[in-house]
């Protein structure tokens, strides 16, 4: 299975935006690549996913680099509700995504 | 809807006891996982099923768990004999074939002493 790279930690001050990067180097052509987030005490939340394209939602904005080699969560604005881990996973669009394997992901610390 | 639900929300057990762990994902998914998540290990994918087949079991850590889908709407991981090694918070998910993205429950924590 293609794996991910992301830092242990990130910090950020409130109302600032939040650049997260994620190297996934051997990804395979028909890897999506999907965010998730764990806030403290709950269960992974989706965030976003893409394959090739960039890709907003209400939540995040997920930048594709052009050889997929990499991608970048970015939060436009934290809030202290976005304090979570942010685990970045690669996934084939078969039975409901299948096997995700989530890695250590990212903590983001959000200063007020 | 009210998402996916897992019961209990948390269990104390001692070594050797039967646990049952339940998961009752959302009306109309089709696809059904269980996941673990410990401090060393992180969150890992133990099993899971798509219209109610297990299609993947290979992270089950040994015989004394087992998983099972009666129906579409009820799932659950069974382990026993318990050990204090299984201490860990078991979180259930559920997806529709195709779409987006996957919905987890709150989790069970389960601590065996």
């Known amino acids: 299975d293609a794996k991910t790279t992301q830092p242990n930690s990130m910090e950020s001050n409130e109302e600032e935006p939040v650049h997260l990067p994620c190297n996934h180097s051997?990804?395979?052509?028909?890897?999506?690549i999907h965010w998730y987030r764990q806030l403290p005490s709950q269960g992974p939340e989706y965030v976003i996913h893409?394959?090739?394209s960039n890709v907003n939602n209400r939540m995040a904005s997920l930048a594709i680099a052009e050889d997929r080699k990499s991608s970048t969560l970015i939060l436009h604005r934290a809030t202290l509700r976005d304090a979570a881990v942010y685990y970045c996973?690669?996934?084939?669009?078969?039975?409901?995504?299948?096997?995700?394997?989530f890695g250590a992901g990212t903590q983001v610390v959000v200063t007020p | 809807d009210a998402g996916v639900i897992q019961s209990p929300r948390h269990e104390v057990t001692e070594m050797g006891q039967e646990v049952t762990l339940r998961c009752k994902p959302i009306?109309?998914?089709?696809?059904l996982f269980w996941y673990r998540q410990t401090m060393m290990r992180g969150l890992e994918l133990l099993i899971y099923?798509?219209?109610?087949?297990?299609?993947?079991d290979s992270g089950m850590p040994e015989d004394r768990f087992s998983a099972k889908m009666p129906n579409a709407s009820f799932s659950t991981l069974k382990i026993q004999p318990s050990e204090p090694r299984d201490s860990a918070v078991y979180f259930c998910?559920?997806?529709?074939?195709?779409?987006?993205?996957?919905?987890f429950g709150s989790g069970t924590q389960l601590s065996v002493l």
């Open positions: 996973i690669l996934g084939v669009p078969t039975d409901s995504w299948g096997k995700l394997q």
């Open positions: 893409g394959l090739t």
């Open positions: 998910a559920s997806g529709q074939g195709g779409a987006e993205k996957l919905f």
């Open positions: 051997t990804i395979s052509g028909t890897d999506y």
């Open positions: 009306s109309g998914h089709n696809s």
């Open positions: 099923f798509n219209n109610n087949v297990p299609i993947d």
